[in-house]
């Protein structure tokens, strides 16, 4: 059992930026997806960005592509997602994940995964 703990956000103004963090309790080896998700009120779920631990694909949404850098440090057990650029769309519960088996698959998509965060909220004031 993994259990994923966010922080890292706030709030802060368009063009500003934010670094989220979401740490397991335990460590994750090579080969598990792991990904941030977003839910904005009244819309579903969405993956933002993904990556297969130790491995080098990533996943961006294009709404995020080049503003958002995902990047895995299985040292400190930890998932972080440094946003830049921030935009009032990007306003959000932000949601960590990670994927049940170690199969080397990138997974983009909120039902491939089975361990979840309790989320961090990131709003983007204009």
């Known amino acids: 059992q993994v259990q994923l703990v966010e922080s890292g956000g706030g709030s802060v103004q368009a063009g500003g930026s934010l670094t989220l963090s979401c740490e397991a309790s335990?460590?994750?080896?090579?080969?598990?997806?792991m990904g941030w998700f977003r839910q904005a009120p009244g819309k579903e779920r969405e993956g933002v960005a993904a990556?297969?631990?130790?491995?080098?694909?990533?996943y961006y949404a294009d709404s995020v592509r080049g503003r958002f850098t995902v990047s895995h440090d299985s040292a400190k057990k930890t998932l972080y997602l440094q946003m830049t650029s921030l935009k009032p769309e990007d306003t959000a519960m932000y949601y960590c994940?990670?994927?049940?088996?170690?199969?080397?698959?990138?997974?983009?998509?909120?039902?491939?995964?089975?361990?979840w965060g309790q989320g961090t909220q990131v709003t983007v004031s204009s």
């Open positions: 990556i297969v631990t130790g491995a080098p694909g990533i």
């Open positions: 335990s460590y994750i080896s090579s080969g598990y997806s």
């Open positions: 994940a990670a994927a049940e088996r170690r199969n080397w698959v990138l997974r983009t998509l909120p039902h491939d995964y089975f361990y």
